[in-house]
């Protein structure tokens, strides 16, 4: 029911109210009186019937009529507290550095600000989509700068030989051409020094207690939204809360994205299940699986490689019925 409505009931209720109570409390006192007179066989005199009644009778009317204030009023303390909610929750959206999780509901539509809490839980998906969409597109970057490094070092290497070629068919002396050579050098250098983001070994963590817990659950929510566009159902099986594991918060993230993002791309999988306790974590798809040389993919690569820096054992087992990962804690 919409507010507009139910405003409308409201306030109809309201006026319609006044006269049922004038009239409900003239006939109260009234009883009162002829069950007195009548059965009780006391005379209520004169004076008492135009004065006392009187105030009796304004001084009920009142005290219903300031309930039925106190009633709405309380209707409107809630539609403003909802209406904070959404308010306060745009404002996480829109200062806050990591997106809030999304309002929590009713399965049905009640109301107009119902309505507007759906519209902000699809701006909340649309919002995590698009920052999957801002990391892939990082990573094609990063893979074009790699390419684009590998296809300068080659003639670079190649400008190399063909100096010593000439310098060897004009009988150049080498300090002649040595200025080039450290050009091109100090080129390939430069070409070397560009970051390879997927590389962990290069990048400086800082390893302290992560929640492991909440990490899997930010990643799942970033991937809500592409999840449920394929029909992905995630279940997070944990078995106690505050599951603590050392490591990185950013490549502990950087982890269970590549995990689930190999799920989404190749899996054609309908089921996730992630199960979770103090000392290991397991992942599993019911997708089409995969062979041996899809383990030399570089999202696979990607996973070992950070497993392999904050000592985590990982085992994975693929066959036609899906995927189990498994990634246990190891002591060094």
């Known amino acids: 029911m919409g507010l507009l409505k139910k405003y409308y009931i409201f306030m109809g209720l309201g006026l319609l109210s006044i006269p049922l109570v004038f009239i409900a409390i003239n006939s109260f006192i009234l ?25 009796i009778f304004y001084i009920l009317f009142f005290l219903i009529l300031i309930t039925l204030v106190m009633i709405a009023s309380r209707y409107i303390y809630k ?14 959206i829109a200062y806050s550095d990591q997106l809030p999780n999304k309002l929590d509901l009713p399965s049905h539509i009640n109301d107009e600000i119902d309505e507007v809490g759906q519209s902000i839980n699809v701006l909340i998906d649309r919002l995590r989509y ?3 969409e801002i990391i892939e597109n990082k990573k094609q970057e990063q893979h074009y700068i790699n390419q684009l490094a590998h296809d300068i070092n080659t003639p670079l290497t190649a ?7 000439l310098g060897f068919q004009y009988q150049i002396n080498d300090n002649d051409i040595e200025l080039s ?20 070994s290069k990048f400086y963590t800082f390893n302290h207690q992560i929640d492991i817990q909440e990490c899997i659950n ?10 449920h566009s394929k029909h992905i159902i995630s279940v997070l099986n944990v078995e106690h809360d505050n599951i603590y594991w050392i490591g990185d918060q950013l490549w502990y993230e950087r982890l269970f994205d590549n995990i689930i993002s190999n799920v989404y791309k190749h899996s054609k999988s309908s089921r996730i299940t992630i199960s979770l306790n103090e000392e290991y974590i397991t992942i599993q798809d019911n997708g089409i699986g995969f062979n041996n040389k899809s383990t030399q993919s570089k ?12 000592s985590l054992s990982l085992n994975i087992e693929s066959d036609s019925n899906g995927t189990l990962i498994s990634i246990k804690k190891t002591s060094k």
């Open 31 to 55: 009883l009162c009186i002829l069950f007195i007179e009548k059965v009780m066989g006391y005379p209520i005199g004169l004076n008492f019937k135009s004065s006392g009644l009187t105030i």
């Open 79 to 92: 539609i403003v507290n909802r209406l904070n909610l959404l308010n306060k929750k745009l404002l996480d």
């Open 130 to 132: 698009r920052e999957l």
């Open 159 to 165: 400008l190399n030989l063909e100096l010593y070629q």
């Open 181 to 200: 050579y450290e050009k091109i050098n100090y080129i390939s250098k430069l070409i070397q020094a560009l970051p390879d983001k997927d590389d962990i």
């Open 218 to 227: 930010k990643t799942l929510n970033k991937w809500h939204y592409l999840l």
């Open 299 to 310: 999202g696979l690569t990607i996973i070992k490689n950070i497993c392999d820096r904050f």
